[in-house]
Nanobody, 123 residues
Framework: VQLQASGGGLVQAGGSLRLSCTVS????????MGWFRQAPGKEREFVAA????????YYTDSVKGRFTISRDNAKNTVYLQMTSLKPEDTAVYYC?????????????????WGQGTLVTVSS
């Protein structure tokens, strides 16, 4: 299973980006999916998750109201719409396929990971 993340880049504070992550196998449509990020010198942290149907979502507190996770199972793709970006959002963003159908914030409950896409927010 391969995950291809895209959509990262350089943006000014207050701007928006949309990340996409396409999974190579349709199996992902039965699994929860999530986004994590890792800033320079910091550990990887949970950002957002969505269950297999797309009806349940979870966000880390720092992105609530600014980021939206969604999915299109017909395209085996999960999205992360990011608005009102802040310099502290700068990180490599990783998508992941969960081990179950639920949405979860726990990294250990994800079985497949993408290679990451870099988001840089300038002040």
């Amino acid at each position: 299973v391969q995950l291809q993340a895209s959509g990262g880049g350089l943006v000014q504070a207050g701007g928006s980006l949309r990340l996409s992550c396409t999974v190579s196998r349709r199996t992902s449509s039965n699994n929860g999916m999530g986004w994590f990020r890792q800033a320079p010198g910091k550990e990887r942290e949970f950002v957002a998750a969505v269950n297999w149907r797309g009806g349940d979502t979870y966000y880390t507190d720092s992105v609530k109201g600014r980021f939206t996770i969604s999915r299109d199972n017909a395209k085996n793709t999960v999205y992360l719409q990011m608005t009102s970006l802040k310099p502290e959002d700068t990180a490599v963003y990783y998508c992941a396929v969960g081990s179950s159908s639920a949405a979860t914030r726990y990294a250990g409950r994800y079985q497949y990971w993408g290679q990451g896409t870099l988001v840089t927010v300038s002040s």
